[in-house]
C-alpha cells in the first residue's frame, strides 16, 4: 500500500504563499490546484498537487514551514558546476539566471574565439546541460 501523501487545507496553502484564502480556493475550483474533497465537501490539497502548481505557474512557497516543509537554505545558490572554464562558468550562470542576452553574448566570444556554431554549441550548451543534470 502506498505511503499516505500530507494534504493541507486551502487556508495553510494561502498562508504559506502569501495570497488570499480566496485565491487558493479559486484556483482550486478552476481546476488550476487539482483537490481532493472531503465527506463533508471540504477541499485538500496534496503536496503533489501543490508542487505541480507551484511549478506551472512560477510561484514559490515564501512560507515553506507553515506546511511542515523545511526553509531554503539563506545561502542557496544557482551555481552550477560543471567545465573549469571561466567561459562555461559564465554561460552556465547566465543560463541559470535566464539571462538570454549573456548567454548569446557568451556564444558569440566562443565563436569569436575560432570555434564554429556547433562547436560552441556543444561546449557550452552541452556542459550546462550535464551542470543541471547533476545539480538535479
Do not use: Y
Amino acid at each position: 500500500m502506498a505511503a499516505r501523501q500530507p494534504q493541507f487545507s486551502p487556508k495553510e496553502v494561502a498562508s504559506a504563499m502569501e495570497v488570499s484564502e480566496s485565491s487558493v480556493k479559486r484556483w482550486c475550483d478552476n481546476g488550476s490546484i487539482p483537490v481532493i474533497k472531503t465527506a463533508g465537501g471540504h477541499r485538500r490539497i496534496t503536496l503533489d498537487a501543490l508542487q505541480a502548481f507551484v511549478h506551472a505557474n512560477d510561484r514559490c512557497l515564501l512560507r515553506p514551514e507553515v506546511l511542515g516543509l523545511p526553509q531554503l537554505s539563506p545561502d542557496r545558490t544557482t551555481r552550477i558546476e560543471g567545465d573549469e572554464n571561466p567561459l562555461n562558468q559564465s554561460f552556465r550562470d547566465s543560463l541559470a539566471e535566464g539571462d538570454e542576452p549573456a548567454c548569446r553574448e557568451l556564444m558569440s566570444k566562443k565563436i569569436d574565439l575560432g570555434c564554429t556554431r556547433s562547436e560552441a554549441a556543444e561546449s557550452l550548451i552541452t556542459d550546462a546541460m550535464h551542470g543541471f543534470g547533476e545539480a538535479w
